[in-house]
């Protein structure tokens, strides 16, 4: 595959496929399944309504280009983000530059690259805090984030998630993996 730029990617059409820049290759995964998108779903749902509610900021679902390196040719697209209100400005057709939350649901496929590459980035990049849901063991993983350290604390069942970005945010983690109700 040939290199390609930040600014040719960001010129081709818009589009809800999924891609990635990595160091100048795209990559283009496949389509979530539907429990990934489930989980995504309910996290969007939940985290925009303590959000709104606490007027903090904004969270966006994927696919949605977060501009990591410019340079180096590294764009991601989180499951997930939440950018504070006071960093609203980083905002402009993508986002450009660190978010201050990142959610990553774990996949079969994607699980290791999430619990290591990707971490290397958002540490590297500035992310404050670092969310891996597992759907496998119904849990979630805070990763808070600085230069040179990390702190990780693992949510599960019967356990009320707390967020050092979201300080008022109180998430059951059971209201997280609650099961499609058949109709």
Known sequence: MAWTSVDSYLRRLESVQRRELVWGVVREPPAPFYDHQHLVTRLTVLLTSHADAAGAG?????????????SRALIAQPDLVFIAKQRLHII?????????????????????????TKLGWYQRYGVREYWLVDPWSESIEVVR?????MTRRRYAEGAVLRSGVLRKLRL??????ERVRAI
């Open 92 to 116: 402009d057709r993508q986002i450009w530059g660190p978010p201050d939350l990142v959610v990553e649901v774990l996949s079969p496929g994607t699980a290791r690259r999430d619990r290591t």
């Open 172 to 177: 059951r983690v059971s209201e997280v993996f």
């Open 145 to 149: 984030l600085k230069t040179g350290a």
């Open 58 to 70: 904004q969270v966006c679902v994927s696919p949605i280009d977060v501009v990591l390196d410019r």
